[in-house]
């Protein structure tokens, strides 16, 4: 049998050494695909006709090409080589392309970040562009991560952005924050920042937490560092500073409130600084935290940037107290209520189908009669009434019916009722799109404005119906 | 920055105190961020101002809106407004118990969402 087992010896030779071959070739392999991909352009040196291959391999960390992009934050001590190898090893989380979104993920691209996650279920709209910077014109009606993504790749090639096209949900949350090192909350809700909060705290990751409007803005970095639940060594969470949600008819948002753009700007600016500095410092030592901020700005106020100094983690915190019951699970089969727990509010229904008169129905009464004794108010803010209102309509901000002056005076007659006018002649309230009207001719008639038979009540739907059903040339925002 | 002054018998010590509202609260208060208060040193029971006891003031005497529910709720401060003592969260610094003292600074900061 000797021929056989030599034979076989012969055989087992064979394969070792063609395993030994495919190995390199492997690994050869592996080689040129990591250089590939860490330089996604042509290479300029093929057009200078020196073949790649004859090129020796790259010893250096980063390529020529990254090296001048980067130079000039790569020489500061603070950021150096390390720190431009963490950013590109990073992967940061951007949720909401708006506001915040464009300015923090364009410096965030700016400045190597390898792995830019954009998360956004609206499409561009016209509104947003005087503050929006990466959206343009031309991409009215686009997704906004696709936006914001191709303005990001054209500003730096050698990122990637991964586009989540989709609202952050209970379902979707925990699983995309955990992809990241850290998230930036750049959305527009109450509900959302709570959601990402507790994503964020079981998946152990740092907050950038900013908000915007008006003319005003607040930020504070949240998690951080992102201890475990229960962990007293943890920053405080959104909850911690905010345990309870106030009811909602104090909350604005940017469609209502209005905003400034370089307001929300300098926000979401200050969002990427906080996120590339956490990311440039690495894992913080544990004695080095600085306790937690919360910077306030105001343009209009003196000083503009203010620091708070804020309280750390809640012992009895909702989410990373130490006897939290939130748990990934609970997250994700919706056990955690946000719109409950933010108090979403429907539209107001207070008056009566008897007190409420459409718009095409008031339109033509006034066509009919136009000599009809009453009043019409407009209750929505001058800044709006001076843009377009209905023939006739009287500004009388939502505002003044709350100020102390007016509830107060009882039967005496207010400005913007004419002495002219019969004690019965209809008040009509139209506001935007028919909420304050309602509660403005509730305060009307507990005013006890004239006399018992005067009908008073508002126009259904407001501006946006009038817009709607009489004139579509109106301009509403 | 208008000092604003009210009618109280002159035996009332008096302390000087900054009010600021910001985040939309100053829509409340006559649309001024910055109030330069005196408001008195003891409570009518004697005992010494607290934050409580400014937040009771305010909505009596600053407070030029009737939607006092906005700023308070059941008695206490509502919830989402935060409170700055002189640029620290009033957790720090004992809450609605603080005693104020002279020319504090008490900052009334409403939460903000837009984004």
Redesign the interface.
């Known amino acids: 049998m000797e021929p056989a087992s030599s034979k076989a010896e012969q055989l087992r030779l064979q394969i070792a050494n063609a395993e030994a071959e495919l190995r390199g070739l492997r690994s050869q392999l592996s080689q040129v695909e990591t250089r590939q991909e860490q330089h996604p352009p042509p290479d300029q040196s093929s057009h200078s006709g020196v073949p790649p291959e004859i090129k020796s391999p790259w010893k250096w960390p980063l390529q020529q090409q990254e090296c001048e992009r980067y130079a000039r934050q790569l020489i500061l001590p603070s950021v150096g080589l390390a720190g431009q190898m963490r950013l590109k090893s990073a992967a940061v989380l951007v949720v909401?392309a708006?506001?915040?979104?464009c300015p923090a993920a364009a410096y965030l691209a700016g400045a190597g970040v390898g792995i830019l996650g954009l998360v956004d279920g609206d499409i561009v709209e016209v509104s947003n562009l005087h503050r929006q910077i990466a959206h343009s014109h031309t991409k009215v009606g686009m997704n906004k991560v696709d936006s914001l993504a191709q303005y990001c790749t054209d500003l730096n090639p050698h990122i990637n952005c991964v586009r989540y096209a989709t609202h952050l949900t209970p379902e979707n949350a925990a699983s995309i924050v955990s992809k990241y090192d850290v998230i930036l909350?750049?959305?527009?809700?109450?509900t959302s920042?709570y959601l990402i909060s507790d994503a964020c705290v079981l998946s152990q990751k740092p907050l950038v937490s900013?908000?915007?409007?008006?003319t005003?803005?607040?930020l504070i970095v949240l998690n951080c560092p992102p201890a475990p639940q229960g962990s007293k060594d943890g920053g405080p969470c959104y909850r911690c500073?905010?345990?309870?949600?106030?009811?909602p008819?104090?909350?604005?948002?940017?469609g209502e409130?209005g905003?400034l753009g370089p307001v929300?700007g300098v926000?979401g600016v200050l969002q990427a600084l906080e996120a590339i500095k956490l990311v440039v410092t690495g894992p913080a030592p544990s004695p080095e935290v600085p306790a937690p901020s919360?910077m306030?700005f105001?343009a209009?106020?003196t000083p503009t940037f203010?620091?708070?100094?804020?309280?750390g983690r809640r012992p009895d915190c909702f989410a990373c107290g130490t006897s939290s019951s939130l748990t990934l699970d609970a997250l994700q089969s919706g056990m955690v209520d946000y719109m409950l727990f933010c108090g979403v509010r429907s539209p107001v229904r207070i008056l009566g189908p008897d007190e409420r008169i459409t718009a095409a129905a008031y339109s033509s009464m006034i066509a009919e009669n136009p000599g009809f004794a009453h009043v019409l108010l407009d209750v929505r803010d001058r800044e709006h009434y001076a843009i377009g209102s209905i023939p006739g309509a009287v500004n009388v901000p939502f505002?003044m019916f709350?100020?102390?002056?007016m509830?107060g005076q009882g039967g005496t007659r207010p400005d913007w009722l004419p002495d002219s006018l019969p004690p019965d002649a209809p008040i009509y309230v139209v506001c935007r799109v028919g909420n304050d009207s309602q509660l403005a001719a509730r305060k009307l008639k507990e005013m006890r404005m004239g006399s018992e038979h005067r009908f008073i009540g508002d126009i259904q739907g407001g501006m946006e119906a009038w817009k709607q059903e009489v004139d579509k040339t109106i301009p509403f925002i | 920055m208008a000092v604003e002054v009210e009618a109280a018998s002159p035996e009332v010590a008096k302390m000087p105190v900054v009010v600021e509202f910001s985040g939309g609260l100053e829509m409340l208060f006559s649309d001024q961020r910055r109030h330069s208060l005196s408001i008195p040193v003891t409570t009518s029971e004697g005992k010494p101002a607290t934050v409580a006891f400014l937040i009771d003031y305010l909505c009596r005497n600053t407070m030029k809106d009737t939607r006092k529910e906005l700023f308070v709720l059941d008695d206490h401060l509502r919830p989402g407004i935060l409170v700055l003592i002189n640029d620290a969260d009033w957790e720090l610094e004992g809450e609605e118990a603080y005693e104020i003292q002279s020319g504090d600074n008490i900052l009334f900061v409403s939460t903000l969402h837009g984004g």
Request: glycine share 14%; with cysteine; aromatic share 2%.
């Open positions: 909401g708006g506001g915040l979104g909350d750049c959305t527009d809700h109450p920042r900013a908000s915007a409007l008006r005003d803005g607040q500073v905010f345990p309870n949600h106030r009811p008819d104090g909350v604005l948002s940017c409130g905003i929300v926000m919360l306030l105001s209009t106020g203010r620091s708070m100094r804020m309280r505002a709350q100020r102390t002056e509830a």
